[in-house]
């Protein structure tokens, strides 16, 4: 059973920075791609930011140049790194695993940005 746990989310004015960490079960390298959605209210959910077993990375154009994806195998965590937020990231965001056949979901963590 593949756990994801996310933390670091809260409310921040716009302009300052939150990193979210995804903390799993078992090696992240176990996993095709790991990587950040996110879901604001009445919107569908969207990929934010990937990153691959080779280390490649991938961003939505929205957080490209402000967001930063990055892995600690150690820990077995993927980070979110976020600067110079907008009241447009408001969302819950999300943490997926991917396996051929399957993906995995962790519960949310909430970012409020205000104005």
């Known amino acids: 059973q593949v756990q994801l746990v996310e933390s670091g989310g809260g409310l921040v004015q716009a302009g300052e920075s939150l990193r979210l960490s995804c903390a799993a079960s078992?090696?992240?390298?176990?996993?095709?791609?790991m990587s950040w959605y996110r879901q604001a209210p009445g919107k569908q959910r969207e990929l934010v930011a990937r990153?691959?077993?080779?280390?490649?990375?991938a961003y939505a154009d929205s957080v490209k140049g402000r967001f930063t994806i990055s892995r600690d195998s150690a820990k077995s965590t993927v980070y979110l790194q976020m600067n110079s937020l907008k009241p447009e990231d408001t969302a819950v965001y999300y943490c997926?695993?991917?396996?051929?056949?399957?993906?995995?979901w962790g519960q949310g963590t909430q970012v409020t940005v205000s104005s």
């Open positions: 997926r695993a991917d396996r051929p056949g399957n993906n995995y």
């Open positions: 078992g090696s992240i390298f176990s996993f095709n791609a």
């Open positions: 990153i691959f077993t080779s280390g490649g990375t």
